[in-house]
Structure formats: C-alpha cells, structure tokens
C-alpha cells in the first residue's frame, strides 16, 4: 500500500511536465549549477544498469570502475518521455551534437520517464497515457541513436525535479552541474545547439589527463 502512494503522489506530479513555455518558472526545488548532481543507477536493458559514477564523480572520490575506466568524463543527460511534444523537438538537436562529440569525453544519456506515466489518468496531447509508445522503438525510427536510461519509477525524475520536460543537465567529471535547461524554447535552435556544443568544449578542455594515455 504504501508502494502504490509513493508512486501515485511520482505520477500527480507528472502530469505538469511537457508544456511548451517561452519562460520555465523557478522552483525552489531545482538543482543549480554548481551542485553535485545526483547519483543514480539506471537499467538500459533488462538486467544491466549503467551509473552515473561510472564517469563522473566528486573530487577526491574514485570512480565506481577507477580500474578498467578510471577517466573521468563530462556528461550530459536529457529528461524525456514519447508523449512530450516539446522533448521531440530538443532531440534532433541533441543528436546532431552527440554526432559531433560522441568519440570524445562526454556521455549523452535520454532518461526516459514515459513508463513511470504509463498508468496516468486522462490524455496528453490527444492520446491516453496508457497508448504512448515505448522510447526504444519510437526513438529509433526516428534515428535517434543516443543511449536511453529507463527511469521506470521515476526515482531520478524526482531526484533532479524534472517536473517540466525536457529537462537538461550537464555537469563536469567532478559531477558537479555545470547548465540546467528547462523546457524547449521555440526559436532557438541554433542558439541552444551553440550553447551545448560550448559547454561541451569547456568541459573537455577542463578535465584531467586520460590515465591510459589516449584521447
């Protein structure tokens, strides 16, 4: 019982996110650049699970596999699900940046909080939420080749207060949150392509030498 009220108060606090607004208001709650972003371990298929300190982790801590991959990389993840219009419109942006930097030291990560409103009441954007499609599939046939995390609870979703979607997060290889973006603002595509792929730069320009010598 007290499982299903958890989860009923995740799914409430849902059904605000995906809103396509010029201006996101400020909420108490957000994460701010320079926080430590928090940790989180989320499956990619069934049974494995990537971590964020894997690849990122706060100063003077040794990354979860510091043996086989002990250099710390950038990352940058995107909150999403398919019945959220705004974050179909963030994603070919994104991909396009992933394109140009994935052989660098920044991981992209879509989060994806489409089963965590599966049992919503109601419609968004005309469809019921229990008909959306799953992100695998649908974002493949889009051609989108980014890895998708699976936040099937929500856990992160709260974690991070990505009430509004798409909500973005970069932060540097001492897991310390570098941009926040929330919503996608129409019209400024090319300026948030710019603004990503800057950061990108800044970060990679910032972090440590690679242990084993390679780029």
Request: aromatic letters at 10%; glycine letters at 6%.
């Amino acid at each position: 019982m007290k499982f299903k009220i958890i989860s009923f108060i995740l799914i409430i606090g849902t059904l605000a996110i995906g809103q396509d607004a010029p201006v996101a208001k400020a909420d108490s709650n957000d994460l701010q650049v320079g926080d430590i972003a928090p940790s989180w371990a989320l499956m990619y298929a069934p049974g494995k699970f990537e971590f964020l300190k894997n690849w990122t982790e706060e100063e003077g801590k040794r990354l979860r596999k510091f043996q086989s991959q002990p250099d710390r990389h950038g990352v940058l993840l995107s909150f999403f699900a398919t019945w959220c219009q705004p974050c179909m419109k963030e994603l070919p942006i994104l991909e396009e940046v992933y394109q140009e930097y994935k052989d660098e030291r920044i991981k992209f990560f879509l989060i994806d909080i489409t089963e965590a409103t599966r049992n919503n009441p109601g419609e968004v954007y005309g469809m019921a939420y229990k008909d959306v499609p799953k992100a695998g599939p649908f974002l493949k046939e889009k051609g989108v080749t980014m890895q998708i995390l699976y936040d099937t609870r929500g856990t992160a979703m709260k974690r991070y207060n990505a009430q509004i979607l798409p909500r973005l997060f970069m932060m540097d290889g001492n897991r310390k949150i570098t941009l926040t973006r929330k919503g996608f603002h129409e019209g400024e595509e090319e300026k948030f392509k710019t603004e990503l792929s800057e950061e990108i730069e800044r970060l990679l320009a910032e972090l440590p030498a690679p242990k084993n010598g390679t780029k």
